[in-house]
């Protein structure tokens, strides 16, 4: 039911009306009344590393964030990030001047759009996108204009078509929202598909915001190129990290931006009337997991790895349509092959049928249609979850 005024004027902003409760809250309530295994929302169900926590203890004990920390980040977390941007991939970065600390990758996305993006504007993203997406273009009175990456079946992945790419581009484009490692594709862009984007971004005169959440978690081979290491690149892009992925601690919410001096300020500016600061004693502990050794993001990968395939298996095994990620924490399956085509229906019944949850793909999509036969699990959980979610799946659809 619509809540009215008085005046029979609708109380929600008119640019939000079609968002309401996101799919993840009521697919997460839906696994907590059924006791079904939450396969949907993207969170660990393990702690990260113990240095790590005990770095966040040993803030909190020494009085260290405990009050307001300053509003573009904590020194320290700064200067490790900058720091792992050098070491990674060769970006010499200014923690002074082109560094932000955000209340996790979401904020930042917010803080972005809000920024850069005038009423009218047109957004390019890929579609399909994290939801926060097309909420966060609509608060900044954008117009979004999605690109859909298409399923390759023959290949198990899916692909970005450069040429539709450049078509969505007009006169009235403002900026592109890339997401690489993508979520919920698992697509990792390749360098050579980046630096299309780049050539399209600097020809056009383009802001690029690129979502690389995901950057340490990439399989079988494949390379995370921070599209800022491109040419033409390092002024005009806004490079989103995050915390919360690679080490685990997702309620932490400590999320980062890097970009050039101008475009750090800009964001800064919507940032610091959303939460002005947050996450104290956690920017402290960030700073010093952003230091381990090579070995911890080597380690953590490969047993994202491991359950991975332990997964994608069990999926393959029930009847699934499986499309194998390059990167994320997601495996995207096509109902198809068992005889549904409606993710939507078929993730509401399935913690009936299955005792497991995951989420419809077609809420990520404007074309809702282009992803509905789509669904979505996590597997970063830990190994006996999943095996108890394959053996569910697999009795509920593979006999």
Same mark, same amino acid.
């Given at each position: ?31 907590? #009344? ?53 070491? #990674? ?48 273009v609509a608060l900044a009175g954008g117009t979004r204009v999605p690109v859909t990456l298409r399923p390759d079946p023959a290949e198990a992945r899916f692909r970005l078509d450069l040429d539709e790419l450049r078509d969505a581009v007009t006169d009235r484009t403002r900026l592109l929202l890339i997401n690489t490692p993508h979520n919920p594709t698992g697509t990792v862009?390749?360098?050579a598909e980046l630096t299309a984007i780049a050539e399209l971004a600097v020809e056009r005169d383009l802001l690029v915001v690129t979502d690389e959440v995901y950057e340490h978690l990439v399989f079988d081979g494949a390379e995370h190129v921070p599209l800022a290491t491109l040419p033409g690149m390092r002024e005009r892009t806004v490079t989103i990290g995050s915390a ?79 499309? #194998? ?36 793909? *077609? ?6 249609? *282009? ?29």
């Amino acid at each position: 039911m619509t809540v009215m005024t008085s005046t029979a004027r609708p109380l929600l902003n008119r640019r939000l009306t079609e968002f309401g409760t996101t799919i993840f809250a009521e697919m997460s309530a839906l696994a907590a #009344r059924t006791g079904a295994i939450n396969l949907g929302q993207g969170f660990p169900d393990t702690d990260g590393p113990e240095e790590v926590r005990e770095a966040a203890v040993r803030a909190l004990r020494d009085g260290r964030g405990n009050q307001y920390p300053p509003g573009p980040g904590v020194p320290e977390l700064r200067t490790a990030i900058a720091e792992h941007q050098r070491r #990674r991939y060769g970006l010499a970065v200014d923690p002074d001047t082109e560094v932000l600390v955000t209340a996790g990758a979401t904020e930042a996305i917010a803080a972005a759009l809000l920024a850069l993006v005038e009423p009218g504007d047109e957004v390019v993203a890929l579609e399909p996108y994290y939801d926060s997406y097309a909420a966060c273009v609509a608060l900044a009175g954008g117009t979004r204009v999605p690109v859909t990456l298409r399923p390759d079946p023959a290949e198990a992945r899916f692909r970005l078509d450069l040429d539709e790419l450049r078509d969505a581009v007009t006169d009235r484009t403002r900026l592109l929202l890339i997401n690489t490692p993508h979520n919920p594709t698992g697509t990792v862009l390749t360098r050579a598909e980046l630096t299309a984007i780049a050539e399209l971004a600097v020809e056009r005169d383009l802001l690029v915001v690129t979502d690389e959440v995901y950057e340490h978690l990439v399989f079988d081979g494949a390379e995370h190129v921070p599209l800022a290491t491109l040419p033409g690149m390092r002024e005009r892009t806004v490079t989103i990290g995050s915390a919360g992925k690679t080490f685990s601690f997702t309620g932490w919410k400590v999320g980062w931006v890097t970009a050039a001096p101008a475009l750090v300020s800009a964001v800064r500016s919507a940032k610091q009337f959303l939460t002005y600061v947050s996450a104290g004693p956690f920017q402290y502990a960030v700073a010093e997991a952003l230091a381990l050794p090579d070995s911890y993001f080597d380690g953590f990968r490969a047993d994202l790895l491991a359950k991975r395939d332990l997964l994608a298996a069990g999926l393959a095994d029930a009847g699934f349509g499986v499309f #194998r990620p390059a990167g994320t924490y997601f495996v995207t399956t096509d109902i198809r092959p068992l005889g549904e085509s409606d993710g939507f229906a078929f993730c509401r019944a399935l913690p009936e049928r299955a005792g497991v949850v995951a989420i419809p793909n *077609a809420v990520f999509y404007d074309h809702r249609e *282009a992803g509905a036969p789509f669904v979505r699990f996590a597997f970063c959980k830990r190994t006996e979850v999943l095996q108890e979610a394959v053996k569910r799946l697999r009795g509920a659809f593979a006999e």
